[in-house]
């Protein structure tokens, strides 16, 4: 009995001593995650990536074409003042703006790069960024066939004095892998990035790369060759060659943060597959096979702030986060029938971890309106909201997520509402989204197939019908007897 009793005793002794000890020992970082500046030189004179005429462009941008250097600019001076000593920042691709191909360069795409490059650098000399290549990097956009060697030696380069080590150079320059060290902490983490281009289905004039694997292979060995991780070198082979990624690593015990252009996710409310489908379903399955070494997916590319679930089933442990922050530029692209696509404003991200585990605790999302700084003369950057005090969740795990999507199941939930609000960069309320958006926003935060996306979406609308109509029905008897009796007749 007083064995048992000591036992008992030891045990919660222990258990408050590992609370305390954790708490003690919290070791929090912040880090920046930054996508899509899109930099239009032309803007306010030809304004080539202006997918709408427009007749008094204003200093900050308008929603119909790219980023201005001024908003650019701006961006970054509002992230040096709020946080100047992040511990690094993740650049998610996508620095040259929208131009038609016939109009452009490969000489202007990388003179885009380096103006962004160079901005970044004036407002964070010492801070470590740790890029990514995304689809508008590329010269033509949208494709690559392996040997873009000048786009290579030249980003290389102009990152040189990030990634440092002269060998990850030359690997850069060779197909752009690269393990740029962590300034501190570094004991903790070890960092690679590539950003090979993925079979991305681009744009008519992209031929299909004629042998897949043979370029996966080719760009892959050298950069994963000396990480001692075994698991993790079996894993980055195949998926840094699939998708522009790079792999943050903590030494032990194995974790890693993914970051890349492109996520392999569905993205709502238009629901497509970014990825030829036999690649898509690849990375997923890797992702989610290894699931339990990912800390967190961040990517960029659809300019709207989303968060999703990469898992193999709704309620199964192999699952990991995944976090889309949104584009700088204000370019509302244009939808299938010709028609704008989604307003939203710019946003930044600042990314709260413990240093210790990787663990993601929360992120700040702050954004501009650059109707207002137009007017204004300047450019007010507030925050839109913190994940953690939003949804009221503790930290940006998966079980986090799950919480919020069972609040979100529920049509008009307020969680629904702010996400909805939240995917266009505005605060809550801004943007009321239809049934069938939400349908989307829910599916496809869960789902990674296109076709039970939508089969997913179509039940959550009739769900949110039928719960009408029984709610209507209580209040009116007859019309729900009718409707009742309607609806067994047709099954
Ligand atoms: C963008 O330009 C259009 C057309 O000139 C104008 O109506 C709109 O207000 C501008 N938007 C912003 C944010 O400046
Ligand atoms: C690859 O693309 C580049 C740039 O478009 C082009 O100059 C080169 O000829 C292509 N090489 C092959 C082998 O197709
Ligand atoms: C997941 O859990 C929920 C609630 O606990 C349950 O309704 C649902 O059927 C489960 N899904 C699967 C695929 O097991
Ligand atoms: C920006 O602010 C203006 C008022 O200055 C407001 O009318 C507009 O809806 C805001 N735009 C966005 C995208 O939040």
Known sequence: MWNILYTLFLRILL???VILSGEAHADVGYFWHVS??????TYGKTGQSCSFPVSHPGPFGNGSCDSPMQLIEESLKS??????????ILWTGDNAAHIPTPEFSLKRNLYMINAVTSAIKRNFPNTLLIPSLGNHDFFPADY????????YDSVCQMWSAWIKDPEQINNCRRGNHHR????????HYECRSNSALLPYPGNHHRPRLPDHSRHYECRTNSALLPYPGIIIGHVSPIILAIMNVGLILPSFPTQVIIIGHVSPTIPAPFVLNWFYSQYQKRYVKLMTLFSDLIIAHHYGHEHKDSFKILQRDENGSEASPVFLAPSVTPLRGIQPKGEQGTRHNPGVRLVKY???TGKHLNYRQFYTNITEANHLGRAVWRELYSFQDAYNVPDMSVSSLRKILKDMAKPFSLSMLKYCSFYTVTPPLGEVCSIKQQGA????????NVQETEDCIFRYIHGFKANVRSWFCARERVVCKNSKSQNDRKS
Do not use: V
């Not at 899509?36 to 030189?41: A, G």
């Not at 926003?441 to 990674?448: E, G, H, I, M």
């Open 441 to 448: 926003f829910w599916c496809a935060a869960q789902l990674t």
């Open 180 to 187: 740029p060290r962590l300034p501190d902490h570094s004991r």
């Open 144 to 151: 690559t066939n392996g040997t873009e060697s000048e786009l």
């Open 79 to 88: 992230m040096a003042s709020i946080k100047p000593d992040a511990d690094f």
């Open 36 to 41: 899509d500046f899109h930099y239009d030189d």
């Open 354 to 356: 413990d240093r210790q």
């Open 15 to 17: 258990f408050f001593g």
